[in-house]
Nanobody, 116 residues
Framework: VQLVESGGGLVQPGGSLRLSCAAS????????MTWVRQASGKGLEWVSS????????VYADSVQGRFAISRDNVKNMVYLQMNSLKPEDTAVYYC??????????RGRGTQVTVSS
């Protein structure tokens, strides 16, 4: 299993970013895929999950209505569109296999910093 995240960066409050995750080495098209994040000095926090088979998704309350998870089963990619970003969204974001907090393998992460 290999997961490679990209798309992080520095953005002002209220701005947007789209994270990408390139997945390989497993049966992507019938899998749960998840985004989790870790702010400096804090534990891992589940953000969102998507079932690649039919696209159903779930979100943490903290990002509901602001973030959107999606997938491309041709490219084996998972995305996280993040809008209306807040300073408290600052974290390293990881792509992972699995459902919600029950994820297994995760990538190396991409840093998202929300600051003016």
């Amino acid at each position: 299993v290999q997961l490679v995240e990209s798309g992080g960066g520095l953005v002002q409050p209220g701005g947007s970013l789209r994270l990408s995750c390139a997945a390989s080495g497993f049966a992507f098209t019938e899998s749960w895929m998840t985004w989790v994040r870790q702010a400096s000095g804090k534990g891992l926090e589940w953000v969102s999950s998507i079932y690649t088979g039919d696209g159903r998704s779930v979100y943490a309350d903290s990002v509901q209505g602001r973030f959107a998870i999606s997938r491309d089963n041709v490219k084996n990619m998972v995305y996280l569109q993040m809008n209306s970003l807040k300073p408290e969204d600052t974290a390293v974001y990881y792509c992972a296999t699995g459902y919600r907090e029950n994820y297994s393998k995760r990538g190396r992460g991409t840093q998202v910093t929300v600051s003016s």
